[in-house]
């Protein structure tokens, strides 16, 4: 399955930053507005700015909620074959607090996951290297 | 959440022959007759998987002689690598908004922080 992974340290208590995740007035401050309850099978909305990914409403359901550890929760835009789950850990370390974000389940049409072709056509390391070489070339151009 | 470009894609290889078509391709270019030989299909179905993979985007075509010789355009898995590019760009952002957020909420100067992206498939 397609995962993408996210890892940054704050330089606060994890109490601090999982009521930054967790409390509805602070999460629309840094991320979007939304009517969100750290409760296990509670569904909610976020509202942001619509682009040509999204039409700017995600429907969600909680999923997982350990206090000041993990907060999981799945996500649906317009395309309701499309959900994905968003699941972040906390850790708490000396200096602070490392959040870690998994954002995994995208699918193409009709369920169809992406992975199943990025890694058949990706195990051919041929496709690989030109792949890359694409790739970073055009992000030179960029 | 996909948006069109990258639809297409998903379309295109939704159907196994095409799929296997186009791993076969990842190995080299190839005639539409060479592809045929192991699926025991006519060389007609295959060239018409062939025209909708070269619509997509992920195939390309050129004749050679009699014979037109097909090759896998990797740069046409783009759109999809885009899409979920988007999502690494977007968390990263959302993610350094969220550290500026704790900074001002407790009267600390807005500091730089490292931000690990990783995208597995």
Redesign the interface.
């Known amino acids: 399955m397609?995962?993408?992974?996210?890892?940054?340290?704050?330089?606060?208590p994890v109490s601090?930053?999982w009521q930054?995740f967790t409390d509805p007035s602070?999460l629309k401050?840094?991320?979007m507005d939304n009517n969100f309850i750290p409760k296990v099978g509670h569904k909610f909305q976020f509202h942001g700015t619509a682009n040509?990914?999204?039409d700017g409403i995600l429907n969600c359901e909680v999923i997982e909620v350990i206090d000041n550890k993990k907060l999981s929760y799945t996500s649906?835009?317009?395309?309701k074959d499309?959900i994905?789950t968003i699941t972040y850990t906390f850790v708490s370390l000396k200096k602070g607090t490392k959040?870690i974000?998994e954002?995994t389940g995208?699918?193409?049409?009709?369920g169809?996951m992406?992975?199943k072709?990025?890694?058949?056509?990706?195990s051919?390391i041929?496709?690989r290297i030109?792949?890359k070489k694409?790739?970073k070339k055009?992000r030179e151009q960029v | 959440?996909?948006?069109l470009n990258?639809?297409k894609?998903?379309?295109a290889?939704?159907h196994p022959i095409r799929?296997e078509i186009?791993?076969r391709l990842?190995?080299?270019e190839k005639t539409a007759s060479d592809l045929a030989e192991p699926h025991k299909v006519s060389f007609a179905a295959i060239s018409q998987q062939l025209s909708g993979l070269k619509e997509s985007g992920l195939v390309s075509e050129r004749r050679d002689g009699r014979s037109r010789i097909y090759r896998?355009r990797?740069?046409g898995?783009?759109p999809?690598?885009d899409?979920?590019e988007?999502?690494?760009k977007m968390?990263?952002s959302?993610?350094?908004?969220?550290?500026?957020?704790?900074d001002k909420k407790?009267g600390n100067k807005l500091?730089k922080?490292?931000?690990?992206?990783?995208?597995?498939?």
């Open positions: 397609s995962k993408l992974r996210i890892e940054v340290t704050y330089p606060y601090t930053v930054a602070q401050q840094w991320h040509r990914y999204w649906c835009g317009y395309d499309s994905t959040v974000l954002h995208f699918k193409g049409v009709g169809m992406l992975s072709i990025i890694v058949a056509l990706g051919q041929l496709l030109r792949l694409y790739l055009y | 959440m996909t948006p990258a639809e894609i998903f379309r290889i939704a799929r186009l791993i990842a190995g080299g896998l990797p740069e898995l783009k999809v690598t899409w979920l988007y999502f690494e968390w990263a959302k993610l350094n908004d969220l550290g500026n957020f704790l407790h500091r922080r490292k931000i690990h992206v990783k995208t597995s498939y």
